[in-house]
């Protein structure tokens, strides 16, 4: 029996499954729907964690200006979310407001006694990842972009390896990029990043042949770290966005165990195939309770909805090792 590596977080959003599936939906997606504030068409793709006695979110939300931008949203069971109506403000380390130029896909990490915040951040018309760090969802202290562009899907590890922190990233292009590896790469400090290496490429299986890219945090558990990452396809009619998983080596995560061959979930439900880019399921946060090995999982919808779906740690590492 696999267990997972954390804290115990008894009140995750839960649903029993009906089947043997791998990860199963909740009931009542999606749990954000359009114009969800004012000025905001969509939230989706969006980060959420444990904070004191609620979950709290920090939100991609396409605003009417078409310009994506993260908001701070709570939630006291993990489902019905109350948004900030203004977005996040980032400040330098010397007080100075930060600009956003414009700001997407988040997640968010907790190490040590810090909140650190990832995306996919624009740098002079360009994406890169860009970090803040915060320690109540207050105050946000912009700390740096770790590399140059083209860069996206920054993913920390929730904790340091070897005295390192450890990034994973997938190195791109300007546009809807058509290739993408997963690398990884060390720092320090969060500042200066090196020691780039390789975790894994696109395969022959269609799903995940066209660019793979990180999901959530790696979930520490004592058989590895389980990743769940979105493998993406090129059909006739654009890109379509599946889950896969992968399971690493927990001192030197470049170092691949275990990976699927089957996509873990794909667009199926209306929610997922219709919408602003439709066949996209794009999985961004998890939340784990190491007591139940229950596994939550939040994912952006045809780049419209939120959806939440469920895992089970045992369930999950089995399928990752058969398929
Ligand atoms: C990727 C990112 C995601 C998006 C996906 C599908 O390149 O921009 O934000 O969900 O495309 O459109």
């Known amino acids: 029996m696999a267990k997972i590596i954390g804290d115990i977080l008894t009140n995750i959003p839960w649903q029993e499954p009906n089947d043997d599936s791998v990860i199963w939906r909740y009931k009542n997606n999606p749990i954000i729907n359009r114009n969800p504030i004012k000025n905001v068409s ?5 980060a959420i964690i444990k904070y004191n006695d609620k979950f709290v979110g920090i939100f991609r939300g ?3 200006t078409t310009i994506p931008t993260l908001f701070y949203g ?14 996040i403000e980032f400040y330098n380390e010397d007080g100075t407001i930060h600009s956003i130029e414009y700001a997407y896909d988040p997640r968010i990490v907790k190490i040590d006694d810090e909140f650190i915040i990832q995306w996919c951040d624009g ?43 450890v990034m994973l990233s ?29 975790v894994m490429k696109p ?12 999901g959530p945090i790696p979930i520490e558990t004592d058989e590895g770290w389980v990743l769940l990452y979105h493998g993406v396809t090129k059909t006739c009619n654009g890109l379509c966005y599946s889950i896969g998983g992968a399971l690493l080596d927990i001192d030197n995560p470049s170092k691949v165990l275990h990976r699927t061959d089957s996509y873990m979930l794909t667009p199926e439900e209306d929610y997922e195939m ?18 139940t090995g229950r596994i939550a999982i939040y994912y952006g919808a045809a780049d419209t909805y939120v959806g939440l779906a469920f895992s089970e740690i045992n369930r999950l590492i089995e399928f990752i090792k058969r398929n």
């Not at 969509?42 to 969006?46: E, P, V």
């Not at 709570?74 to 977005?87: Q, R, V, Y």
């Not at 207050?138 to 860069?151: E, H």
Request: hydrophobic share 30%.
């Open 42 to 46: 969509r939230i989706f793709n969006s």
């Open 62 to 64: 396409d605003t009417t």
């Open 74 to 87: 709570e939630s006291k069971d993990g489902i019905n979310f109350e948004f900030d109506e203004l977005p």
């Open 123 to 165: 740098f002079n018309g360009q994406p890169t990842i860009g970090l803040a760090k915060t320690k109540d969802f207050k105050k946000y202290t912009f700390i740096g972009r770790p590399f140059l562009p083209f860069n996206r899907n920054g993913v920390l590890f929730p904790r340091k390896i070897n005295g390192e922190y």
């Open 170 to 198: 997938r190195p791109s292009d300007n546009g809807h990029t058509q290739f993408g590896d997963i690398y990884l790469s060390r720092s320090k400090d969060l500042i200066y990043w090196g020691k780039h290496e390789l």
């Open 203 to 214: 395969t022959w299986q269609w799903w995940q042949s066209t660019k793979i890219g990180t």
């Open 274 to 291: 219709v919408g602003f880019v439709p066949n996209v399921i794009f999985p961004v946060a998890t939340l784990s309770d190491s007591k």
